[in-house]
C-alpha cells in the first residue's frame, strides 16, 4: 500500500495562504472610507452590472475582493442571514459585527478544513446612527478579523493602498465630495492611469437617509459630485 | 443564480420553509390527528382577534388603500386603533382581513420577501411577480384555513412599466384576480362595495378617491357590526395610503378627519 506523502501543517498553512493572497491580488481593490454621513465604498469595477458592492440591510453594506462566484455565495449568505435575523428578531438588531463573526467564522473554518481556501476579502461596514460609531470590518481569506478606522482596503495591491490613505486621511471624516476624490485618487495612483467614472463602483451609507441607508451613486451623479 | 438542482433560489419565504419552518405561519407542527374519526373533531377556539373591512379605489396616477380601525374577538372589540393597511415597498401596500395575528405575520413576512429578493438579485420584482408570490403564500396558508384562520389581503401596486395603479385580490386558495375598478373585502366588503359602485367613475381625482373610499368604509360601519367607524370621541380614523408614480404615501389624520366632518355634516343636513 503506497504510503501518502506527508506535508507538515505549517507547510500546508503556508501554501494555501500563498494560494489565497495571490488570487486576491490579482483582482482590483476597494476602499471603504468613513465620510461626513456615513461611509463611502468605492471599488474599481469595470462591469456596470457584476456589483462588488452590496446592500446587506437597513444601515450594512459588504463588498469583496477576490473570486466572483466565491464572493457571491458570501454575499447571498450574508442577505439570508441578516433578513432571518430581522424577521426573527427586529431590524435594530441586525448588527455588522455579528455578520463579520460569521463571515470570520466561515472563511475560517474553509481555510484551515478544505484543500482549497476561499479567495476572498470581505469588508462589512454599518454607518452608526443616534450618535453611534460607524463600523468598519475587514475579514481575510484565513478568517482572521480586522476593526478599523476611517478606511479600509481590500483586493489588487491593498498594503500600498493603505498607506497611501494612511498619509492624506487625517482627522475628522471628509465631505463627501473630499471622500470621493480621495479614493478615485487612490485607486488611480496603484493603477498609474486615469480610471474612467464608469468603471467605477460607487455606493454610500447615508445616515440622513429613511429607512435603508444604502444608495448606489451613478457615474453620471459621480461626475457632477467630481467636477 | 446557480442552476443546480439544491440552488437556495431568491425567496425568502421558501428559504425559512425550509430553514425554520417553525416561523412561517402555516409551517408550525399542530397535534397529530388520532384515528379514531370523533377524536378529530377540533376543540372550538377561542375567539382571536379578527381585522373587518379593508378596500381599494382606483384613481388617474394610481390606487387609494384603506382600512377600518377596529379588531373584533366574537362580539367583544378587541381592538380600536389596529392598523390593518401595510406597506410594502416602495410602490405597493396591502390591507388585511382575517385572523389578526396570522395577518400581521404575513405582511411582515411579504415585505421580507420583496427586499430579500431586490438585495440578492439587484433588481426588483415585477408588479405581477409581486402579486403572484403572494398567491403562493396565501396558498401556503391552506391547512390554517381549516383550523378557522383566515388570511385574506387585497393587494395594491404601482405598476411602472405599465405606468398605473392595479388592484388584485385573492381567495383562500390562492387564487388572484385583477380588479379593473375597486374591491373591498372582510365583514363589512359587500356594504363597501355597494357603497363604491354608487360612487365610481373611472379616472377619478386623488382627492375624490379618498372621499369614495372613505365614504365607502363610513356606510359599512352603519351595516356591519364588525367595521369601526370615525371615532369621535377618541379622535380614531380610519387610516389610508395613496400608491402612485411617485412612491407610496401616508394620508394625514387631519385630512382624514377633515372628509368625515364634511360628510357628518351633509348627513346631519339631509335628515
Redesign the interface.
Known sequence: MPLPYYVSPEQMMQDKAEYAKKGIAKGRSIIAMEYEQGVLLVADNPSASLFKISEIYDSIALSGAGKYSEFENLRKAGIRHADLKGFMYSREDVTARSLANGYSQTLGTIFSQEIKPLEVEILVAQVGELGRQNEIYRISFDGSIFDERGYAAIGGKSEALQAFLKERYKGEPPALQAALVLCTSALESMTNQKLPLEGIEVAVLDRTRPGRKFRRIPAGESRLLLS | MSLTPDD?GSS?FD??MR??PD?VPSGRVWPAVSSQPDDNRMAPLQPLPHGTTVLAVKYRGGVVIAGDRRATEGYQIAGRRMDKVFKIDEHSAMAIAGAAGPCIEMA??FQ?EL??YE??E?VQLSCEGKANKLGQMIKANLPMVFQGLVVLPIYVGYDQKRDEGRIFKYDITGGRYEESDYHAIGSGGKDARNSMREHFRKDLSEADALRIALLALYNAAEEDVGTGGPDLVRGIYPTAKHVSAAGIKDVEEPQIATVYATLIDARKREN
Open positions: 437556495q425568502f428559504y425559512l430553514q425554520r416561523l411582515k413576512l421580507t427586499e430579500h438585495k440578492l439587484g
